[in-house]
């Protein structure tokens, strides 16, 4: 009952606070503003397309004729080479010793096109070259770096001879290094030079 009386309380109360009404605020008066015309900006030209500028042409490769460069050395070590005809023979890819880019690829095609049907050599395959690569742990891309390197893959795939190819100097003219070196002792047989032709 205690508590009826108290909220009962509480509510009469809170009936008479609302009646009271404290002195109320006028509003502040609102001033009637005249819409203005905002400032009228400059439409913004567009820029002027930028031209595309041209793009320049990459150096051209200078191109070397690789057959006219390989065959008279070719021909000198058929000359001077003292093999027994069918004598397997392994030329791998000429190592780039220029200040560029070479095409060594290219020039190993016209070294081996060179001493295809010699009557002196057989030629290691291509495919013999890269199984042996393969076996000892080298790409197929891999140029024999160096002469000990070259006479082991010799000896993987039975090759008696080595033909050792470099192209030194300046990429625009190289000069070409041939070197036959016979595998079982690995001495240079045969040793010669020429600057590449274009």
Do not use: H
């Not at 190993?108 to 199984?131: E, H, P, Y």
């Amino acid at each position: 009952m205690i508590r009826s009386v108290n909220r009962t309380g509480a509510l009469l109360m809170a009936l008479i606070l609302s009646g009271c009404v404290v002195k109320q605020q006028q509003p502040a008066p609102v001033e009637p503003t005249q819409p203005t015309e905002p400032p009228v900006q400059p439409v913004p030209q567009p820029e002027p397309v930028p031209q595309p500028q041209p793009i320049p042409q990459p150096p051209k490769l200078k191109t070397i004729n690789w057959d006219a460069s390989v065959q008279p050395l070719v021909a000198q070590m058929l000359r001077a080479a003292s093999a027994e005809p069918g004598s397997v023979l392994l030329v791998d890819r000429i190592k780039n010793s220029t200040n560029g880019a070479l095409q060594s690829e290219k020039a190993t095609d016209a070294i081996q096109n060179a001493l295809n049907n010699n009557g002196k050599f057989t030629l290691v395959s291509t495919d013999q070259l890269n199984q042996a690569k393969q076996t000892l742990g080298l790409s197929p891309d891999d140029s024999l770096n160096s002469r000990s390197k070259a006479i082991g893959l010799a000896r993987n795939v039975n090759a008696q001879y080595v033909l050792y190819s470099n192209a030194q100097g300046d990429v625009k003219t190289p000069t070409l290094q041939m070197q036959l070196m016979l595998v079982q002792t690995g001495e240079i047989i045969w040793s010669g030079n020429g600057v590449a032709q274009n």
